[in-house]
């Protein structure tokens, strides 16, 4: 199949629409935690940025689906958006139902570029999933919350993969239909893109964190486990990374540039000795 033809477009489209899941954050079959599973939840560092970020996602895709002239992807960014709107609803309620206590914050304002505020946004979406994706299966594999916790937030995580797959075909559909649809300027482009993100995050952390010596996935980490070491780490971001994409059309692009980081990573760190590995409690990995 021909990246940028219709039959792309449909096939990206429709596949993410139809699989879009109906649920609402109250119905869910939210468990009840004991007094050092409530602590341990508090004690999570992010809850706040996780909140603030997804609903000020919803909010800019669905700024951004207006402006969509195609029927078809209109339909699929505002499909976006609400899921996005759906995971700030999600994480809402279980700020309230176990009593998190956040700062809040004011919210952004729509950027007059709106389309490329939703391109940003999707490589920053496409670098945080892939550590989020090994974060979750650590934090399950851990036994600290009970696996019903677990459950509820798996098809969220899905739909973030499901937004990740979504936003690559995208981003590759309109750089074809722009002239810019060789793999090497593709590949450029996420080059550009994801750099800004990491600058981004690091100027975020020296701003929230200052002082404080960890970033969001080690201090993340901390939180849900103890004694992982960095190359434990990228490996399962690695593993889950590759079941959750499994799932998709083979015909559909999936994000391969920060997948490939991470593989010549952890094949370099193998090579180290093993006495020397980092924790990711240790504030050298910030």
Request: proline fraction near 5%; hydrophobic fraction near 40%; glycine fraction near 6%.
């Amino acid at each position: 199949m021909k990246i940028g033809s219709e039959a792309h477009k449909q096939l990206f489209c429709q596949s993410f629409m139809e699989s879009h899941l109906k649920y609402e954050p109250e119905q869910l079959p939210w468990p009840k935690l004991d007094g050092a599973q409530l602590e341990r939840l508090r004690s999570i560092p992010f809850w706040d940025e996780a909140f603030d970020t997804e609903q000020n996602a919803g909010k800019m895709l669905a700024a951004f689906a207006e402006t969509v002239s195609d029927p078809l992807l209109r339909d699929a960014i505002a499909l976006q958006g609400m899921e996005e709107s759906r995971h700030s609803r999600v994480i809402e309620f279980l700020i309230n139902h176990y009593g998190i206590e956040i700062k809040p914050r004011p919210p952004k304002q729509i950027p007059d570029n709106v389309e490329e505020a939703f391109v940003k946004f999707g490589y920053g979406e496409c670098f945080d999933s892939f550590f989020a994706f090994g974060l979750f299966a650590i934090a399950r594999q851990s036994g600290l919350f009970p696996d019903q916790f677990f459950a509820i937030f798996d098809p969220v995580i899905d739909e973030e993969a499901r937004h990740m797959v979504f936003f690559v075909n995208w981003v590759a559909y309109k750089q074809v239909h722009e002239g810019r649809g060789a793999k090497v300027l593709r590949d450029l482009n996420s080059l550009l893109y994801y750099t800004g993100s990491v600058r981004r995050r690091l100027d975020s952390f020296k701003g929230s964190k200052k002082g404080s010596g960890k970033g969001f996935t080690a201090s993340g980490a901390s939180s849900v486990t103890s004694n992982l070491t960095l190359e434990k780490f990228v490996s399962t971001c690695i593993q889950e990374n590759d079941r959750r994409m499994s799932v998709y059309d083979s015909k559909l692009l999936r994000p391969e540039f920060l997948p490939r980081v991470a593989k010549t990573a952890f094949g370099m760190m193998k090579l180290l000795p093993k006495q020397n590995s980092s924790t990711m409690s240790s504030p050298n990995l910030g």
